[in-house]
């Protein structure tokens, strides 16, 4: 079967610096593969380009397997790929069910639709079930949420790209601020997420996190995909040698076709 997502042969530079060099990367329907590396392997930079945040120097783009250039951002929600990056990407004066529906906004049925009022019971009834589902802890919905902590910020970020997601979600550093229990719960919606036949990309610096709940692990190195894992069987040990380049592919499974 072919992957949902496939990436061929990426490359982009900024200026003399090389952030990807023939990066390849693929993740097939109802799959959770966990994209690691260390800190300036070119994974943000892989998912910029994969989710329309970033124009490519070469490299091929396959959905579904067809040839696809994504452009935009606006282009790849309505392809079904949503993104929760390390910086949220959420507007602070507004309030958790307009961040959710910012730009989706459902309108009141009739006239008053039509004159620009939006329906706020049936946003404010989606974001709740939203909430409920992931278990999140998110005090008010009425609150403006720069004036809330950093780890209900990253419960909205997250409730919205998977309320959202139809296809593919990408989550970079989802539990980066959250305590145990919210990441616990992050965790088990990762999985609920997959259950459903949506694709979810992880990208983590926690390696057992990355053991529970990915299927494969995609690792990157100096801009390119270096080694392909299946989890199950692999050990910490194993993807820090393959992040480091400490094993060699023989040892870490050799980079391939998954």
Request: hydrophobic share 45%; charged share 20%.
């Amino acid at each position: 079967m072919a992957p949902l997502l496939e990436a061929r042969g990426l490359c982009r530079s900024f200026g003399h610096v090389r952030a990807l060099t023939d990066a390849s990367f693929d993740v097939h329907a109802g799959e959770v593969v966990a994209l690691i590396g260390d800190n300036g392997a070119g994974k943000s930079t892989l998912v910029k380009a994969l989710t329309g945040n970033l124009d490519l120097d070469e490299g091929e783009l396959l959905f579904d397997g067809r040839p696809v250039a994504v452009t935009s951002p606006q282009q790849a929600s309505a392809m079904g790929m949503e993104v929760v990056y390390q910086d949220l990407a959420l507007a602070p004066h507004l309030n958790p069910v307009q961040n959710m529906f910012l730009g989706r906004e459902i309108p009141r049925r009739g006239l008053l639709g039509r004159l620009g009022f939006m329906d706020d019971k049936t946003m404010r009834v989606r974001a709740e079930e939203g909430f409920r589902e992931l278990g999140g802890t998110v005090r008010s919905l009425t609150a403006q949420v720069g004036a809330m902590s950093g780890g209900q910020r990253q419960q909205i970020a997250i409730v919205r790209a998977i309320s959202w997601a139809s296809k593919v979600v990408f989550l970079d550093e989802p539990t980066a601020a959250l305590g145990v229990v919210q990441t616990r719960n992050v965790l088990d919606t990762i999985k609920r997420v997959r259950d459903k036949g949506i694709a979810v990309v992880l990208i983590s610096h926690s390696m057992p996190h990355v053991l529970e709940v990915a299927d494969r692990v995609q690792v990157m190195r100096l801009g390119t995909r270096v080694a392909t894992l299946p989890a199950a069987g692999t050990t910490v040990e194993q993807l820090v040698g393959a992040m480091t380049g400490a094993l060699d592919h023989a040892n870490t499974g050799k980079e391939g076709p998954a």
